[in-house]
């Protein structure tokens, strides 16, 4: 079985301020795929970015960096100087073509991110 | 490049009524996938298809959804008879690859009264 977690409810920060969304996810395979997604107020679901379990390499766009850690199981993503723009929900999403849910996305149950002035 | 396209963006029908959601996947993508998004359950696969055949429909609820894809711009979802326990927001994405980034529609907000 597969799962991702996604602990925190709802978080809450004051511009500028750094935040980071913890996801972790289950499998039994060696080979899968991590993908974060946002989605505004407007409803829309707008991809991130996506990482496949041989690259464990951190990557960072902009103010957005993912941490992508085999070990723990873990793909967390920071925003760096947080902006009331960023405020929306972050759902992380495990694929995982050798399981019965083949490539459907499997998501977390989602973040909450609330930036205020 | 336009985007996956979904319509309507808004429904709002009376329970026993029919329903038939619309997708337009990205051109060139061969994986389409169907999801739905409700407050107690989350986003949750319902059918995916690859180059128009349905691959994986698990997901379906029941037999008063069904989806079809005639080819490979379009593809409709259909409830029938709608139910009130049906409202969410359902969701349309394609895919190139079968392991590449799945893109989103706006999603269809389905009101069943």
């Known amino acids: 079985a597969q799962k991702v977690t996604q602990a925190q409810t709802e978080i809450s920060v004051v511009e500028k301020e750094d935040v980071t969304l913890d996801c972790v996810y289950e499998?039994?395979?060696?080979?899968?795929?991590l993908f974060w997604y946002k989605q505004p107020p407007s409803g829309e679901l707008v991809f991130l970015i996506r990482?496949?379990?041989?690259?464990?390499q951190n990557e960072i766009s902009g103010r957005y960096s993912w941490n992508f850690q085999k070990s723990t199981s873990s793909f967390n993503f920071t925003i760096t100087a947080s902006q009331v723009v960023d405020s929306a929900v972050y759902f992380c999403?495990?694929?995982?073509?050798?399981?019965?849910?083949?490539?459907?996305?499997?998501f977390g149950k989602g973040t909450s991110l609330l930036v205020t002035p | 490049d336009a985007g996956v396209i979904q319509s309507p963006r808004h429904e709002v029908t009376e329970m026993g009524q029919e329903v038939t959601l619309r997708c337009k996947p990205i051109?060139?993508?061969?994986?389409l996938f169907w999801y739905r998004q409700t407050m107690m359950r989350g986003l949750e696969l319902l059918i995916y298809?690859?180059?128009?055949?349905?691959?994986?429909d698990s997901g379906m609820p029941e037999d008063r959804f069904s989806a079809k894809m005639p080819n490979a711009s379009f593809s409709t979802l259909k409830i029938q008879p709608s139910e009130p326990r049906d409202s969410a927001v359902y969701f349309c994405?394609?895919?190139?690859?079968?392991?590449?980034?799945?893109?989103f529609g706006p999603g269809t907000r389905l009101l069943v009264l």
């Open positions: 994405a394609s895919s190139s690859e079968a392991v590449e980034t799945q893109y």
């Open positions: 499998t039994r395979d060696t080979t899968y795929y």
């Open positions: 990482r496949n379990s041989f690259d464990e």
């Open positions: 999403a495990l694929s995982d073509p050798n399981s019965n849910s083949g490539y459907a996305l499997n």
């Open positions: 051109s060139g993508h061969d994986y």
């Open positions: 298809f690859n180059n128009n055949v349905p691959i994986d």
